[in-house]
């Protein structure tokens, strides 16, 4: 059953042709609805903050660096819809995937262990394998960005960042700083390694319920991200090195999505510690 809060006063009632339920979450981007066809078909509405919007142009050159999307596999992620302009503001729509956050299930049901942790990184490093072979770099990935759903993990929002970067909509820095890659502080180009670099920040956060570099005030963050190395945790086998590789503080020395995940699926499981725990059959959710 779609969890959901109620639509507020200022809220459209229709977006994209969809009635709106109700609010899935509220973040820096924007609100995203639960929509509902006329044949009952759900789906996801994101809609950008009025300030994000800027002019006419920028708003189309947007959804033009958004439509991108919908060429990546759909495995692992939620499919991209359609896109279009509600008082002067973009929408996304994309496939509802039900289910809470990795963020959430992590606060609520503690850090993942043996099956359930591995089964994430694989589902999580395959999902930016198939955003990179479409030519996308998807600049947010972490925790809030994971949906649990009922076949697996799923990314979400990949692409936004993107096109928010490639265009004049926003001027701040785009990302998430507990997960950003030190390249995405230091004004040089960013490419997939650095979504490699957050995602091993979101496995971290998956098995011991902290950041990765904390998430105090901006500056602290920052600097360890430039400057320190975070604790692994009990991370440990192939997805322990895995982390590490991906953390290396020099892009051209972190590994692929596709190099992760194959690493992953060759060697599974350690034999010891939270990797080996895969015997007690625990699930994701």
Request: charged residues 20%.
């Amino acid at each position: 059953m779609a969890s959901f809060a109620p639509l507020r006063p200022a809220d459209p009632r229709t977006l994209g042709g969809l009635r709106l339920l109700g609010r899935l979450g509220e973040g820096g981007q924007g609100v995203v609805y639960l929509g509902e066809d006329a044949d009952g078909g759900k789906a996801a509405v994101k809609w950008l903050r009025a300030d994000l919007a800027g002019d006419e142009s920028s708003v189309q050159r947007f959804l033009r660096e958004v439509e991108v999307a919908r060429h990546v596999a759909p495995f692992c992620t939620a499919a991209m819809l359609g896109t279009g302009i509600e008082q002067e503001r973009p929408y996304i729509v994309s496939e509802y995937i039900e289910g809470p956050s990795l963020h959430r299930v992590v606060q609520e049901q503690g850090p993942r262990t043996g099956t359930a942790l591995h089964r994430l990184a694989v589902g999580t490093a395959t999902a930016l394998a198939a955003i990179h072979q479409a030519g996308i770099v998807h600049r947010d990935f972490k925790p809030a960005n994971v949906i649990i759903g009922a076949d697996g993990p799923r990314v979400i929002d990949f692409g936004i960042a993107r096109a928010l970067n490639a265009t004049t909509i926003s001027q701040s820095v785009v990302g998430t700083p507990s997960y950003m890659a030190p390249e995405q502080f230091m004004g040089h180009a960013v490419g997939p390694a650095a979504d490699l670099f957050s995602w091993a920040g979101t496995m971290i956060f998956a098995a011991t319920g902290q950041a990765p570099f904390g998430s105090d005030t901006m500056p602290a963050v920052i600097n360890r991200v430039l400057n320190r190395q975070p604790d692994l945790g009990p991370l440990d086998g192939t997805l322990r090195e895995a982390v590490a590789a991906c953390l290396a503080k020099d892009p051209a020395r972190r590994p692929t999505a596709e190099q992760v995940m194959v690493r992953l699926l060759r060697h599974p499981a350690s034999g010891s510690g939270t990797l080996a725990e895969g015997a007690t059959g625990e699930s994701v959710a």
